[in-house]
């Protein structure tokens, strides 16, 4: 075995709409793996299953061991700079068939230096803002205030979250890609 083959890769993604964060590894027709969504992180979620076609993922999703839901994901081999798979996880009893989507850039991104107060962010130059709502990992419903930048498929940039006391949060670095018009960004903190 070389080094490196493997390897487990940290994906971002999403089921149906909802955000997940997933870490897979596939090796020797093999996949295995586990993702969490982002809204319930203290709930892990195992996958296995195989890689017996290049370019063709099927595996079947555990919850607490127990089978839930089968998975087919396809690799998109026009994208060049990540690694993108789409398909879709359909439960067993068959009640839902969800869109699942996954992307891993292939270079860590060149984003600025990493603002250390609220004032040092609205300063960045070079990004476009904009404002929306997050549910953060307790369920708490606060205002987003982020900073992106786009070049090609790739985007970069920082957010923090206004809570409705005033708090605000740290200051997250984004991580992420656009690819047909589907915004992922991984958070880090």
């Not at 093999?30 to 017996?52: I, W």
């Not at 068939?97 to 990493?114: T, Y």
């Not at 990992?137 to 206004?162: E, H």
Request: hydrophobic share 35%.
């Amino acid at each position: 075995m070389s080094q490196g083959e493997a390897t487990p890769h940290d994906y971002a993604g999403f089921i149906g709409d909802t955000s997940i964060n997933l870490t897979m590894t596939v090796y020797k027709g093999k996949v295995s793996g586990d993702f969490y969504f982002l809204r319930a992180p203290s709930t892990l979620y195992t996958f296995a299953g195989s890689n017996a076609k290049e370019g063709l993922l099927t595996f079947t999703v555990d919850s607490g061991g127990v089978p839930f839901a089968k998975a087919e994901l396809k690799k998109d081999p026009r994208i060049k700079n990540s690694i993108l798979w789409d398909g879709t996880l359909k439960t067993l009893d068959k009640q839902q068939s969800l869109r699942l989507f996954l992307n891993r850039p292939l270079k860590p991104g060149g984003v600025a230096a990493w603002p250390a107060s609220v004032d040092e962010f609205e300063l960045l130059k070079g990004f476009e803002r904009y404002e929306g709502s997050v549910t953060d990992a307790r369920g708490a419903k606060a205002t987003a205030v982020f900073k992106l930048k786009f070049n090609g498929i790739k985007c970069d940039g920082f957010y923090y979250q206004v809570y409705p006391n005033g708090r605000t949060s740290f200051i997250f670095r984004l991580e992420g890609q656009n690819p047909q018009g589907l915004l992922t960004l991984r958070e880090f903190g």
